[in-house]
């Protein structure tokens, strides 16, 4: 379903959606609806949705609408709501683009707001940063699927999706130094650990730092069986 905050038959609306069509969800668009998402009308709305258990499907980010305000779909709005209605389920579509980083934050900031892929093939480069940037800052599990029908099709997104790789491969974006195993090290002996991403195969690896390496330890093989080492819960030390 779809209301605006500021429709007077809001009342009838609402309930005729959640108990005659059984309706499961809702998508706002503050800059198409043309109403501020913190507005005295749009929290009563959530508030309403947050008790019955209603989540949100917000439209984020661009859109080529000359009238519809750009302020009223940033990412940075829904770090307010997500606060005052911590159990108000969010998704942020097309993750915010190009305002990803901010709608990576508010990702990670709030166990209840999410974001969808939905329209981000179009724009390859734009599509692989966001997804570098949500899987850096580990929440890459909390980004739905989404077409962007009827714009486009499920299909199509899914094509899109797994030609991520070879645009990356086309454009030289990925690591151009191949990665190798330099040490296998215990947890107790790890300083610092961070998370990075390698998009050409599409897999978490971490990057541990460890005081006092020697330049002249002997490279092991290439980076073969990753994941057999970190089901031993085994740390890896590699080199770029």
């Not at 750009?70 to 990412?75: I, K, N, R, V």
């Not at 990803?100 to 940063?129: G, I, T």
Request: with cysteine; aromatic share 10%; charged share 20%.
């Amino acid at each position: 379903m779809s209301l605006h905050p500021m429709d007077k038959d809001l009342d009838y609306e609402y309930q005729r959606c959640l108990n005659d069509l059984d309706i499961k969800g809702i998508k706002l668009g503050p800059n198409y609806q043309d109403f501020h998402p913190h507005s005295i009308e749009a929290m009563k709305l959530y508030s309403r949705l947050e008790n019955d258990n209603i989540p949100i499907l917000f439209h984020q980010g661009t859109s080529p609408v000359t009238n519809a305000p750009l302020e009223y779909s940033h990412p940075r709005y829904i770090d307010k709501i997500a606060t005052v209605f911590p159990n108000l389920k969010m998704i942020l579509a097309h993750l915010g683009h190009p305002w990803q980083e901010y709608c990576m934050s508010v990702v990670r900031k709030h166990k209840n707001v999410y974001a969808d892929l939905s329209a981000q093939f179009y724009r390859p480069w734009s599509f692989w940063q966001g997804m570098n940037l949500f899987s850096e800052w580990g929440v890459l599990d909390k980004v739905f699927f989404g077409s962007d029908w009827p714009v486009t099709t499920p299909e199509q997104t899914e094509e899109g999706i797994n030609n991520l790789n070879v645009y990356a491969k086309q454009k030289h974006v990925s690591n151009a130094q191949p990665i190798h195993i330099v040490k296998v090290v215990p947890i107790q002996h790890v300083h610092h650990v961070q998370k990075i991403y390698q998009p050409q195969i599409l897999k978490q690896v971490l990057l541990v730092i460890v005081e006092g390496l020697q330049e002249e330890e002997k490279e092991a093989d290439k980076l073969l069986l990753l994941d057999q080492l970190l089901n031993k819960q085994e740390l890896i030390l590699i080199k770029l």
